[in-house]
């Protein structure tokens, strides 16, 4: 997943003032180690920017039963709730009791759903929905992960190495700016 604008932006706006000064001003010309980090923070910044343009095309290339999406659908076919991350599980959705549909289960609602057919059918029976249910939802993760794999989409774990990196770079400049006033 992409990195978040709005810290960037913030952190960048942030750091402009300074870097629109002469160079003199905000570091000294001999000072090699701030001169290095400063080249290390412009690298991070550019493979972080990479990083988020490969997941934005790779994000394109998945099917929309593995993007994120509504939770329910109700008996029009209508699309609604909050978005989540699971896979849709297309014709395999479950039909609650309101008469709507669970597009997209967690594992947690499953084990819930469990719990409110032991009450309303036989040990057997809601034992039986549940393992199938289970196995339909991991079978899905699987898949989602698959394509996920095949079209390269980046983990967001690809960005914390870079994004820690560059957070203790821009710490450290700003602690030159309060330096330097």
Not at 118 to 130: D, I, L, P, V
């Amino acid at each position: 997943m992409p990195s978040n604008p709005t810290r960037r932006s913030f952190i960048a706006a942030s750091l402009v003032a300074p870097a629109a000064l002469p160079v003199n001003a905000v570091l000294a010309i001999d000072d090699h180690e701030r001169l290095r980090l400063i080249q290390r923070r412009e690298y991070l910044q550019s493979e972080i920017a990479k990083l988020d343009q490969k997941w934005a095309l790779a994000y394109a290339k998945l099917p929309p039963w593995c993007r994120p999406g509504p939770k329910y659908r109700d008996q029009d076919g209508r699309m609604f709730g909050g978005r989540v991350g699971w896979p849709d599980a297309g014709l395999d959705s479950i039909k609650l009791d309101t008469g709507t549909f669970l597009v997209r289960p967690s594992i947690r609602e499953i084990f819930e759903l469990r719990k409110a057919d032991r009450a309303s059918k036989t040990c057997n029976e809601g034992e039986r929905f549940f393992v199938c249910r289970l196995e339909k939802l991991v079978g899905r993760l699987r898949e989602q992960r698959r394509v996920e794999r095949s079209v390269e989409l980046p983990r967001s774990s690809a960005w914390l190495l870079l994004e820690t990196e560059l957070e203790a770079i821009e710490a450290a400049m700003m602690g030159w700016r309060t330096e330097a006033l």
